[in-house]
């Protein structure tokens, strides 16, 4: 019997008796443990798409006309924010007052040369088009999430 492992001395024992996190039961106490956390992500759209974002991420979206270099964007549409031991989603956002994420405009450039070669058989048509796709970059700026003040009431006279 000195082959059989005991219960008591295995490491597993350790993992099963140990308590995994808990779900939060508020949406006050979910931003507070994702703030607690190292790290932070969030799943945000811009310009018609759905981004993964963390701090000091550069993004290349499609040009954006109204933009200048230096100017601040804040991103309005997050559709969840989250560390990694904790998630919280929106339905379908997360409203601004909860989360704050700025992006700053890098610069306005534009891609990889592109080529289109058409053709038509036995006509002797053929064309080739180039062309350049233009683009911005953002730099993805701290993911801030405000703490909660508690409500005072007003005194009433």
């Not at 008591?8 to 995994?20: K, Y």
């Not at 779900?23 to 703030?35: F, H, K």
């Amino acid at each position: 019997m000195a082959g059989l492992l005991r219960w008591s001395s295995s490491p597993l024992r350790s993992l099963a008796t140990r308590a995994l996190h808990t779900a939060p039961d508020t949406t006050t106490s979910a931003l507070q443990l994702i703030r607690s956390q190292p790290s932070q992500y969030v799943v945000a759209s811009f310009a018609g798409r759905k981004y993964i974002l963390t701090p000091r991420d550069l993004l290349t979206v499609p040009r954006l006309r109204d933009v200048k270099v230096g100017d601040v964007l804040v991103l309005d549409e997050i559709h969840e924010l989250g560390s990694r031991e904790y998630t919280l989603r929106g339905n379908p956002v997360i409203p601004p007052s909860k989360v704050k994420v700025e992006a700053t405009v890098v610069e306005h450039t534009k891609g990889q040369m592109e080529f289109i070669f058409k053709k038509k058989r036995r006509k002797g048509y053929r064309k080739t088009i180039q062309h350049k796709q233009p683009y911005t970059r953002l730099r993805i700026g701290g993911i801030e999430i405000p703490a909660e003040q508690p409500s005072v009431p007003s005194p009433s006279s």
